[in-house]
């Protein structure tokens, strides 16, 4: 693909963030032209699909599609539930009208309902905290792990109806359970994408970021599916600036990060990743370009041991989560359904 | 501490291993560095020994120099039941080995 960045950084020179700078206009240029020759002549579809959460990644790749395709040839899809923040259906809005694409809201509050995705969910929380129900929101956090040796174990953080918290460890059970009532959504909302893909003739975009594709920040066959990722090579930094460059309201890219999942709201950072978003962008960087810990440490204000434990999470979650890349395995090769298709 | 260590590692062999491959894995060998034991992988392990043993376990218990070996676990549990004992004014940790 000729739309990967390039590194700024040479061997001699000072470890920053700058090496995460880009050209932006270059690298969005690449970008665009990959997306034509991916929809409409590998694919061979007319136009794309976007799931718009009202976040950047989703914009940037609305963004992408509609200089690649043109706004004629671009739907962006808002589908909230009744436990969304208000704000991603604005924002995915605002983003419409600000692309001039076309925009479809689809409401998945009724068909999760009737897939028991919050009945199921509860039951879950239940097997920890009894007395969770109706009026009750969660979430679920992971603990710190850079700043102590510890196990990525998840917790419930519960408020009542009366605004009391509880913070409980989950055990395995309780846990998969909860994950997969909450897959429901990711999952729900893919699906309505590809039904309007298949009406209308498009492809689906996804968007993850470098961050969420490398480290399986995502539902297998929920927001990991989809027939093109034009960022997926893009650090999160720098989708921030192809946002400016493509001039993706400041409203949007003002907005934190969020994983729009559960009823109390939840940062990326403390589902998943334990730091804020631009410290694990330059740890990720800094991993796949073999940077000593020491020099990322200067870099970010971490200490050596903070770095070493970040390195070690980045690591284990690339292991832990090869399953969510890897196709269905067949026993053997179908040589006449791989000839000819680039991967 | 051994008839402990051999139900953890009977354990660990039947639902991280399978039954498979688990000759070459030592108890001193790290889970971590095996990349045997995930997030959902330590909280069965935390679970399975909370049940057998009836110990209780706190969130800072869970580190890797208690969790992170075979041999690991089984000090720890030993140590666990025998705080109890302790607390109970008997120090006959022979009581509630594992089997």
């Known amino acids: 693909m000729g739309c990967i960045p390039q590194s700024n950084m ?27 020759e991916i929809v409409f002549h590998r694919l061979r579809r007319r136009g794309a699909v976007i799931g718009l959460s009202g976040g950047v990644d989703s914009s940037v790749t609305a963004a992408l599609c509609t200089r690649a395709l043109g706004k004629d040839r671009v739907l962006g899809l808002c589908m909230p539930e009744e436990e969304s923040s208000g704000d991603s259906l604005r924002l995915g809005r605002v983003l419409t009208a600000a692309l001039g694409i076309a925009e479809l809201i689809e409401n998945i509050g009724p068909a999760l309902e009737a897939l028991g995705c919050y009945r199921r969910r509860d039951e879950a929380i239940r097997k920890v905290i009894p007395e969770y129900g109706k009026g009750w929101k969660s979430k679920i956090v992971l603990p710190n792990l850079v700043d102590r040796s510890a196990y990525p174990l998840y917790y419930v953080v519960a408020q009542s109806p009366t605004g009391e918290t509880r913070h409980v460890r989950l055990t395995a059970d309780s846990y998969l359970g909860v994950v997969a009532a909450t897959n429901f959504k990711q999952r729900t909302r893919k699906m309505l994408e590809y039904y309007h893909a298949d009406r209308l003739h498009y492809a689906v975009a996804g968007t993850p970021n470098r961050l969420e594709y490398a480290q399986g920040f995502f539902v297998k066959n929920g927001d990991g599916s989809a027939d093109f990722k034009p960022i997926a090579h893009l650090y999160k930094s720098q989708v921030f600036q192809l946002g400016k460059y493509l001039q993706v309201p400041e409203e949007i890219l003002r907005r934190p990060p969020t994983t729009d999942t559960y009823s109390l709201e939840q940062s990326q950072e403390e589902f ?3 730091l804020p978003l631009e410290t694990m962008d330059l740890c990720l960087y800094a991993r796949n370009h073999d940077v000593a810990a020491a020099d990322v440490a200067g870099a970010t204000g971490l200490s050596v041991e903070q770095v070493q434990r970040a390195y070690a999470m ?3 979650k690339l292991t832990s989560t090869k399953y969510l890349h890897l196709p269905p395995q067949l026993m053997e090769k179908v040589d006449e359904v791989h000839v000819g298709f680039a991967g | 501490m051994q008839d402990i260590a051999v139900t953890v590692r ?11 491959g688990v000759e070459h894995f030592s108890n001193d060998d790290s889970f971590f560095e095996k990349g045997l034991v995930d997030s959902v992988g330590i909280l069965t392990l935390v679970e399975f020994v909370r049940e057998k043993y009836t110990i209780t376990i706190e969130d800072e218990d869970i580190l890797p120099e208690n969790w992170d070996s075979v041999h690991r676990i089984a000090s720890f549990v030993e140590t666990k039941l025998g705080s109890r004992l302790v607390g109970k004014g008997d120090t006959n940790r022979g009581v509630y080995s594992a089997e």
């Open chain 1, 10 to 36: 040479t061997t001699s020179s000072v470890f920053s963030s700058k090496v995460l700078e880009i050209d932006a206009e270059t690298v969005t240029q690449g970008i665009v032209k990959e997306i034509r």
């Open chain 1, 314 to 316: 980045i690591d284990s």
């Open chain 2, 10 to 20: 009977d354990f660990i062999t039947e639902n991280f291993f399978f039954g498979d």
């Open chain 1, 272 to 274: 998943y990743f334990s």
